[in-house]
């Protein structure tokens, strides 16, 4: 009897596409991946919401969601919500006190808010924002992950994440992160599977990493 194949989602972090995902290869007689995308969220839009939304596009029961960043936040989201496999983030955080101290301070400050996010068409401080990293060496590799520049995503992804409450984590959720992470420095990650010399962008410069271990942490 032929073994029924796992769907596999997979989420972007904020403001990427699902290119960030294009060398990432899990073997076709086991899995099926299906890629997400973001979209402009409805004014007043909470993030649970948005999670019932995306929920619209899965297609399978029991999938594995895999999330990216602020993506890893919204897969979590998206698991409280329906059945799932497993759910994986990486370069995410799993509860709000992995979050860096400068992000708690801006809930408090409410600064997020002065962030000129109107300033949609520079890729440079859009890649600041999501990949904690300035692209002026590589802005032409980046204008083809992150295309997501609408202001209004971009003001509502920023205050979902300042404002994330999630104080305690589902113990089976799987955590990848990278030991040079910016966005989300590592001293704050509790309980995941450490990446040597990974940073935030990892899914994009260490896909053989990911590639040859996703498998055996899909199916574990």
């Not at 969601?65 to 990486?90: C, T």
Request: one cysteine or more; glycine letters at 4%.
């Amino acid at each position: 009897m032929m073994e029924q194949k796992i769907h596999v989602y997979m989420m972007p972090g904020m403001a990427a596409n699902s290119k960030i995902f294009k060398n990432i290869r899990l073997p076709e007689d086991r899995f099926v991946i299906h890629l997400l995308e973001w979209f402009v969220p409805e004014k007043g839009m909470t993030l649970s919401a948005y999670a019932r939304k995306m929920n619209e596009q899965i297609g399978e029961t029991d999938p594995v969601l895999i999330g990216v960043s602020f993506g890893g936040m919204l897969v979590q989201e998206m698991a409280r919500q329906m059945p799932v496999k497993k759910v994986i983030i990486i370069s995410s955080v799993k509860k709000r006190s992995e979050m860096p101290k400068r992000l708690v301070f801006a809930k408090y400050t409410r600064l997020h808010k002065l962030l000129p996010t109107g300033l949609v068409n520079n890729l440079d401080l859009v890649a600041k924002y999501a990949f904690g990293e300035t692209v002026t060496q590589r802005i032409d590799l980046y204008k083809e992950y992150l295309d997501v520049r609408d202001k209004y995503y971009l003001d509502w992804a920023l205050d979902q994440i300042v404002n994330w409450s999630q104080s305690e984590c589902d113990p089976g959720v799987v955590h990848i992160h990278g030991e040079k992470d910016a966005v989300f420095p590592k001293q704050y990650i509790k309980d995941c599977i450490s990446v040597k010399n990974g940073t935030h962008t990892m899914i994009i410069h260490r896909y053989k990493w990911f590639n040859e271990r996703l498998p055996a942490i899909i199916l574990d």
